[in-house]
């Protein structure tokens, strides 16, 4: 782009080049910004002009960045940051007025424990402020923290956390669950070698077993005792009541919505490591007083779950 070019430029524009490059996806980037998909299309339009560069391609069903729109990105990113803030200097966060939109990515046990609590303070707090979550995926999880198209993460492990900023917020222990008339079913614990035995259905929201786990119990994890691995908590109490695998699954999960008939529980395992549930987020946003409002939400909900 021709520096005289900058003259076209705009700072709503550069919002939403900050998002088309972020969500690699025209619609999810207009609903971000909250404009229309044929408004978010006609300005990718008018960027690409700009730019004289495609900017998005398509590689079969996705869209990926191009070498140009790959090296604008982060840089992109921290710019709009550095004129949000010095806009709010001296503003802090007024709750109560506030209108801002907050994403979060968590698997789904995570969100039927937390969401319940955390919109009813948000109501109560900050009516104008709009919450939306999307599923749990590891892939460019960490890209997504830093670009601020994701503000927190509320999961056990991310596969690549390496310069982010974690607090623990949730710790629970496992169960195992059989189903009626299995072999297991009178016992009152599992042991390690009955996952080898009969065959073991691994809840895995973020798509693997966490190493704090796989690491100490390695029979947990193992490629001979591992049948199934589901990221789907609704999904469970049917496998279970139609095989022989044995279930391992966070406590907290029996207090959810799903029926467990036909479904036993047992303890798991001694040997397993409690559960950590942590939030993860960028420390670019150490400072920001939204975020940290909102991280003291998330906190305040989960210490409504405990009591």
Known sequence: MESTRLTGLNLNLLVALDALLSERNVTRAARRIGITQPAMSQTLSRLRELFADPLLVRRGRVMVLTPRAEAMLLPLSDALLSVERAVQLGMGFEAATATRIFNLALPDLSATVVLGPLLRLIAEEAPGVRVQVEPLSISR??????????????????????????????????????????PLARRKR??????????????TPVGFVPPSISEAVPGFASTSGIRASVPYLLALPEIVRSTDLVATVP?????????????????????????????????????????????????????????
């Open 190 to 203: 599992v042991r390690i070698e009955d996952y080898a035995a009969h065959g073991h259905l691994a809840y």
């Open 251 to 307: 406590r907290r999960l029996l207090s959810a919505p799903v029926d467990f008939a036909g479904v036993v529980t047992l303890e798991a395992p001694r040997e397993l490591p409690d559960l950590v549930d942590s939030l993860w987020w960028h420390p670019r946003f150490d400072a920001d007083p939204a975020h940290q409002w909102l991280r003291e939400r998330i906190h305040e909900a989960l210490a409504a779950t405990r009591r």
């Open 141 to 182: 999880l960490s890209g997504k923290l830093a670009s601020g198209a994701i503000d927190l993460v509320l999961a056990v492990h991310l596969g690549s956390s390496q310069g982010l900023r974690r607090e623990t917020a949730l710790t629970d222990d496992y169960v195992c669950l059989v189903r009626r008339g299995h």
